[in-house]
């Protein structure tokens, strides 16, 4: 039972161009979401999050938008950069100590030249 | 700061061996994680802690064990590996800010493979 879907698997987007990368959830008790980014061989590291307070989050080329009804979230990129090609989690916690945090299985972006 | 450390990156064990997995945090953050990732799927807990002496089981536990002694240490150690335990295994720390998130620094991961 995936509590949290990442249903594309990779996405191909050309240099300069908008990447958006989604992500569907089905416990409504998450009130917290976050995006991770891995490359190979490395430990992901923290990109943005947004509160379930919130609809949408911006940290300069990156936005996170939340739609609660839906049980839905997305990360936009723009401009994309060959730099962002990696794999990035869509993760979601519930309560105090985010030790309940569940990820996604990723998405690898392939941000062409 | 050197963040989230993890020994060794690779190790190959052979069926029923036994092995720990180091993981070292200098942030002084109370909180650290063990995850595995096996491929094509998301990162599923195995254990946590929230502080020294305190433990608790995650999601996926089964064939591992953990302690807290300290702060900055939170080993994994492996009983009576088995294939299935083959995996690449993410610690990770956090300090929970409210409001702020729940952020979690990763170590780089140890590969380990059980053959």
């Known amino acids: 039972d995936q509590q949290v879907k990442q249903n594309s698997p990779s996405l191909s987007v050309q240099e300069g161009r908008i990447s958006i990368l989604n992500c569907d959830y089905t416990n409504s008790m998450f009130d917290y979401f976050l995006w991770y980014k891995k490359y190979p061989a490395e430990g992901p590291t923290f990109l943005i999050s947004?509160?379930?307070?919130?609809d949408k989050n911006e940290d300069g080329r990156f936005t996170v938008f939340l739609n609660k009804s839906a049980k839905h979230l997305s990360l936009h990129i723009v401009p994309s950069q060959p730099g962002d090609s990696a794999v990035y989690f869509c993760?979601?916690?519930?309560?105090?100590?985010?030790?309940?945090?569940?990820f996604g299985a990723g998405t690898r972006l392939f941000v062409k030249a | 700061n050197a963040g989230v450390t993890q020994t060794p990156k690779f190790r190959i064990l052979k069926i029923g061996q036994s092995m720990t997995l180091q993981c070292t945090q200098d942030m002084n953050h109370n909180y650290m994680y063990w995850y595995r990732q096996d491929p094509g799927m998301g990162l599923k807990l195995i254990y946590y802690?929230?502080?020294?002496?305190?433990?608790d089981k995650g999601e996926v536990p089964n064939g591992y064990n953990v302690s807290r002694s300290t702060t900055e240490d939170f080993p994994l150690r492996l009983e009576l590996a088995a294939p299935s335990q083959t995996s690449v295994y993410f610690c990770a720390s956090s300090y929970p800010t409210g409001l702020a998130g729940y952020e979690q620094y990763f170590g780089p991961g140890t590969r380990l493979t059980v053959t």
């Open positions: 947004i509160s379930s307070i919130k």
């Open positions: 802690s929230v502080g020294a002496g305190i433990t």
């Open positions: 993760a979601a916690s519930a309560g105090t100590g985010g030790f309940k945090t569940i």
